[in-house]
């Protein structure tokens, strides 16, 4: 066998194992692509064995739905939003069931729920409000209770479930957006009595009965050394109704809803007056339902023939008196040129007469007051009954008034009118919205950065004048 065939020989073993090399390379990547998942939007998923692919929800099971898919067909995304592997095939648990993925959202994004349906309450849509470092939710606006993958929990009748309202005693009450609630006069409603009851520790934080975190009513996780400073709140001061997790009541206008107190009031909190101006009594009033200093108020009652008797009659009075009056009805007086007149004298308890007839304290502009009364009407020393009328704390404003409490200047800094709020010497209009404390450096309350609900809080204006991105 000459070189030539040898040459031959070994080309022709070269063709042949390059030949099975590529159909060997070739039928892994066709092994390989058979792996994925190729289905398509809303077919019900399969696993690889071609089996239905279900989940289980609330003890009833659910098919699988594919929801998108990426440019090889390969399942990426399916409802309810179960855990898929790469080739997207569901991932099953140690007991061979499906589980859900982590919602992850973003602040101020829309919730959804494990269906990708906009979660909202009260016909509003509800907002995430607050997540952790892997971008799962944990708090949203308004307060829904969320379970540990951050879904929304709901009730028997698909309704997303409202938080308590966590509260400590002294605190403004809050409502279900974390807003503070107003009586009718525009004044705050404390917290005066809470329940913590089914509150517990779980590692730093605490937990309620179903070991889910509890927040604040400003929304902020509560640290376990705080197991008896906070609770569900109960009662509040002014007494208005509460439902069962805390929140106020409000009637069919939007109106708080007072409880049943010493006076009756109406719809708007304010107390109900009778044709002539006299508080109208509640006598269905129960003290021992208030819970604040004072324990027991007197039952009044409006019956004027069941008055006590705290002195003796009229008859006894006039028996047991010395004034001619009382014996013969008649009243001596003397007119200013000493000539005394008689007036008949009328059917009355006490004397009319301030002075005996003839006698005038204050005949003349030369009078002269004696000590005492001269004690009385001086103004210095503080006994006179003329009201004081713009004290000087007043007269520089909420900033003069409040300087020295942060908080309640923040408070009516957010009252003031966005015109008005940047002329001040310690409001700021933080994003040209919203009026808070603050001065040229910026909010006072950091917090207020934070704030989902102001669009641009690159930016204020302080006495007129703009600071920060202000382009």
């Given at each position: ?358 006698y005038f304290q204050f005949s003349s502009s030369s009078y ?104």
């Amino acid at each position: 066998m000459n070189k030539i065939t040898i040459t031959y020989i070994i080309l022709i073993s070269m063709i042949f194992i390059s030949l099975g090399v590529g159909m060997f390379i070739m039928k892994k990547n066709i092994e390989g692509l058979d792996n994925i998942n190729r289905q398509n939007v809303n077919d019900i998923l399969k696993n690889e064995t071609g089996n239905i692919v279900t989940y289980i929800d609330n003890n009833k099971t659910i098919n699988v739905i594919v929801i998108t898919t990426n440019n090889d067909g390969k399942v990426t995304k399916v409802s309810p939003n179960i855990a898929l592997d790469e080739y997207g095939y569901p991932i099953l648990d140690n007991n061979g069931k499906t589980y859900l993925n982590k919602n992850k959202l973003y602040k101020g994004d829309i919730m959804v729920d494990a269906y990708y349906n906009k979660v909202a309450y009260k016909g509003k849509y509800v907002k995430v409000s607050n997540i952790n470092e892997s971008n799962i939710v944990i708090k949203c606006i308004p307060n829904i209770k969320l379970d540990s993958n951050g879904y929304p929990l709901k009730n028997d009748i698909n309704e997303s479930i409202i938080n308590p309202n966590y509260a400590r005693i002294g605190d403004y009450l809050r409502d279900e957006y974390s807003n503070l609630v107003y009586d009718s006069r525009g004044s705050n409603i404390k917290v005066v009595k809470i329940n913590t009851e089914g509150i517990k520790v779980e590692g730093n934080y605490l937990v309620d009965a179903d070991n889910y975190l509890i927040y604040d009513s400003t929304g902020n996780k509560v640290l376990s050394n705080e197991i008896d400073k906070i609770g569900i709140v109960t009662n509040c001061t002014p007494d208005i109704q509460l439902d069962s997790n805390g929140y106020a009541k409000k009637s069919a206008n939007n109106k708080l809803i007072y409880n049943p107190g010493m006076y009756v009031l109406n719809e708007n909190g304010e107390i109900v007056l009778d044709q002539y101006g006299n508080k109208i009594i509640n006598t269905q009033y129960n003290s021992s339902n208030q819970n604040n200093s004072i324990n027991d108020y007197i039952q009044y009652d409006n019956n004027p023939d069941n008055f006590p008797e705290y002195h003796a009659s009229e008859q006894e009075i006039k028996a047991d008196s010395d004034y001619t009056e009382f014996k013969n009805g008649d009243i001596y007086v003397r007119d200013r040129t000493g000539n005394v007149v008689v007036l008949p004298g009328p059917n009355v308890q006490g004397s009319t007469l301030y002075y005996q007839p003839g006698y005038f304290q204050f005949s003349s502009s030369s009078y002269v007051p004696n000590y005492e009364d001269s004690v009385y009407l001086s103004k210095t020393t503080g006994l006179s009954s003329s009201s004081i009328i713009n004290p000087p704390y007043n007269l520089g404003g909420i900033c003069n008034q409040y300087k020295d409490q942060p908080l309640l200047l923040e408070e009516a800094c957010q009252k003031l009118n966005g015109n008005v709020c940047a002329s001040t010497s310690c409001c700021v209009l933080l994003g040209g919205s919203k009026c808070v404390s603050g001065n040229e450096r910026g909010p006072s309350v950091k917090s207020n950065f934070s704030d989902i609900f102001i669009p641009n809080r690159d930016y204020y204006y302080y006495q007129g004048k703009c600071y920060g991105n202000c382009q």
